[in-house]
């Protein structure tokens, strides 16, 4: 079910474990202009979403924004044949049966002022006992000042199920708008990451969305900035 969240921006949400944990995953759905609809890091579309978009607009293109947010990308082209698949580098050595439509930085790709993107160059995961690149593409909206990131951010709180809750605690991202502790040593080159962070700190957003986690409406920058702080030191 899409939940409206500004004038063009919706997000839909469905459970999902990571480590045996239940950290939910969440699609951001973008309205741009011409009734074209973007949907980064699609999740299972069931057919009352289905229909939800279909009133709202046309779905143009699919947006695989990292290397592990690809679990649903298939299904999602099925379901719109017409769309383009847009991928981040490195997707298409990974998973090699899926087609891919155009590369961020291979291929012109622009979304003219209407939604703008940059690589995350630098953040790792450590996903035990190897740390992989995420080469996560994190995006701007300008027209509702949003953030939109996937797994390098997260932000539990109570919500969550109790051990979801005691895992992130322990992982340093309960209740503070934080990647975990798991990236935080995967870290291995720290002035990229900074400079990375830097450019996302340019743009003029008020909110941040992420895949796991609470949508974070208030004062979005300043704990950004404290999260990141955090993640670097
Ligand atoms: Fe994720």
């Not at 899409?2 to 699609?27: C, F, N």
């Not at 605690?169 to 934080?178: N, T």
């Amino acid at each position: 079910m899409l939940k409206q969240i500004d004038s063009h921006l919706w997000v839909a949400e469905q459970p999902l474990k990571y480590l045996g944990l239940p950290v939910g995953t969440r699609m951001t759905v973008i309205l741009l202009s011409r009734e074209r609809l973007l949907l980064i890091s699609p999740i299972n579309i069931d057919k009352e979403t289905k229909a939800q978009l279909d009133l709202i607009g046309k779905v143009k293109f699919i947006i695989a924004p990292n290397l592990f947010h690809h679990l649903y990308l298939a299904e999602c082209q099925q379901r719109y044949p017409q769309a383009e698949l847009i991928a981040t580098p490195g997707l298409e050595k990974k998973k090699p049966n899926l087609t891919i439509d155009k590369i961020f930085f291979r291929d012109e790709i622009s979304f003219d002022s209407e939604l703008e993107y940059l690589l995350f160059d630098g953040f790792q995961v450590l996903i035990p006992p190897k740390i992989v690149p995420a080469n996560e593409i994190v995006f701007f909206h300008p027209e509702s000042k949003t953030l939109i990131l996937t797994d390098t951010i997260f932000n539990f709180d109570r919500n969550f199920p109790l051990i979801t809750q005691l895992a992130t605690r322990v992982l340093g991202c309960y209740q503070y708008l934080r990647p975990s502790l798991l990236e935080k040593i995967a870290i291995q080159d720290k002035e990229k990451l900074k400079q990375s962070i830097q450019k996302i700190m340019a743009w003029d957003f008020q909110r941040v969305i992420m895949a796991h986690g609470n949508i974070v409406e208030n004062n979005a920058k300043e704990q950004l900035k404290a999260g990141y702080q955090w993640f670097t030191d």
